[in-house]
Structure formats: structure tokens, C-alpha cells
């Protein structure tokens, strides 16, 4: 497995953790499993690994995790907190809810193309994991209910649209990840769910394409510039 995007992970992070010592140790583990990942894969790594990485033995791995699988799960959790934290940070100055929803939905995308691994690994945990697509539902709720209130987006319930987004979005990931997208693929996504939300065709085709904002340490070279 290839490393992360550096726009992703220079900014990794965790949620925060609660005050403990054990909540302290397992987000140590975390930070080390990511680390054996981006070296050596997911199925390539060892518990025995991770622990050393952590500076700990394996007997603590498993006072926190049953097993490897538990905490490929955390590790899938951690990074979907921060790649929403990077993409909401990247266009908290952008006021309109169909721009903020494409360029959402991009970014989920260009994660599939830049690493298709840590993309598939995420798909597939957030398949046993639903808090996770839970959290990034969140996020998109926000931007639709801002679309509807600026009478950009035209739905009959906020769970069929969300539900139409998650849809187009997660296939359009699994799609590009395993390299049968064509070029692209990412804005005529974006561009059909924007009209699956009641934009106009020509509309929302000028929304879907406009240039993505910098992330993470992209935002910041930028800023240098």
C-alpha cells in the first residue's frame, strides 16, 4: 500500500481523545498501525509490528484490540475524521451549498485516484463500520440543507437525497479506485447528482467543474505563493 496524499496525511490526526491513560495508549497504537500500513500494506503488517512501532509489547495491543481487524477499524475511523476535517476546512469560505456539495464529493474522489488502496479500505470498513458513513452524512446534510435553503437543490426528502448522493459518490470511489473510470469521472459525478437535486443541466456542469480548493499542505504552498 502506497503512502498517503501528502495533502492528507500532514494533516492526520485523530479525534480527540478523552483525559486517561487508556485513551492515550490505543490512539498511540492507531498512530503507529498507520504507519505500518502506509509501509507495508494492511495485509502485510503483524500485530507484533504495530506494537513495536508503539513502543509496547503485545500484550497491550490486546488489552485495546481483540484483534488486527479492530484496529484496521480505527485506523479507517481516523482517517475519515480527518479527511472531512481537511475537506470542510478547505471550503469553509465558499457560501454556496452546490459548490461546497461538488467539491465534497471531488475530493472523496481524487482520494480513489491519488491512493486507490486507502480508498477501498475505507469503503470496505465503512461496509461494517455505519457510524463512519454516518459522520460523513453529517457533513453532507449541512451542505444540502444550505442548497435547499438557497433554493439551489429542489428534493422530496432529505433521506432520499442523501441516500442518492451516498449512492452515486460511493460507486463513482469503487469505480476510479480500481482504474475503470474514465477521464473525469469525478465532475460528471458530481454534475449528476447536482442535477438529481434539482439544478439544471447547464448549471450544474459550470458548479461540478470549478477548480477544487487547495487541501491540507496544498492550501498552505499556496498560501506561500
Not at 475524521?81 to 471531488?106: D, K, P, W
Not at 491519488?114 to 463500520?129: F, Q
Not at 438557497?150 to 452515486?168: H, N, P, V, W, Y
Request: aromatic share 4%; with cysteine.
Amino acid at each position: 500500500m502506497p503512502p498517503l496524499p501528502a495533502a492528507l496525511a500532514s494533516g492526520l490526526r485523530p479525534p480527540e481523545p478523552r483525559p486517561g491513560k487508556r485513551e492515550r495508549t490505543r490512539l498511540q497504537l492507531v498512530e503507529a498501525a498507520i504507519k505500518v500500513f502506509s509501509a507495508r500494506g494492511v495485509a502485510g503488517s503483524t500485530v507484533q509490528e504495530i506494537a513495536s512501532v508503539a513502543g509496547m509489547t503485545t500484550g497491550t495491543f490486546y488489552n485495546h484490540f481483540n484483534t488486527r481487524d479492530d484496529l484496521t477499524r480505527a485506523v479507517a475511523a481516523t482517517l475519515m475524521h480527518t479527511l472531512c476535517e481537511r475537506i470542510a476546512e478547505s471550503f469553509e469560505h465558499v457560501a454556496e451549498g452546490a459548490e461546497r456539495m461538488a467539491i465534497g464529493q471531488r475530493r472523496y474522489m481524487w482520494l480513489a485516484r491519488e491512493s486507490p488502496a486507502w480508498a477501498l479500505l475505507l469503503m470496505d470498513v465503512s461496509a461494517v463500520a455505519p457510524e463512519l458513513i454516518a459522520g460523513i452524512r453529517s457533513y453532507v446534510l449541512a451542505d444540502l440543507r444550505l442548497g435547499v435553503r438557497q433554493k439551489s437543490f429542489r428534493i422530496t426528502t432529505e433521506d432520499a437525497a442523501l441516500d442518492m448522493i451516498q449512492g452515486a459518490t460511493s460507486l463513482a470511489i469503487r469505480r476510479i479506485a480500481t482504474g475503470q473510470a474514465r477521464d473525469k469521472h469525478d465532475i460528471a459525478t458530481a454534475t449528476m447528482v447536482l442535477r438529481g437535486l434539482g439544478m439544471p443541466a447547464g448549471e450544474a456542469a459550470e458548479v461540478a467543474r470549478r477548480p477544487l480548493p487547495p487541501l491540507g499542505v496544498e492550501a498552505i504552498s499556496a498560501t506561500r505563493r
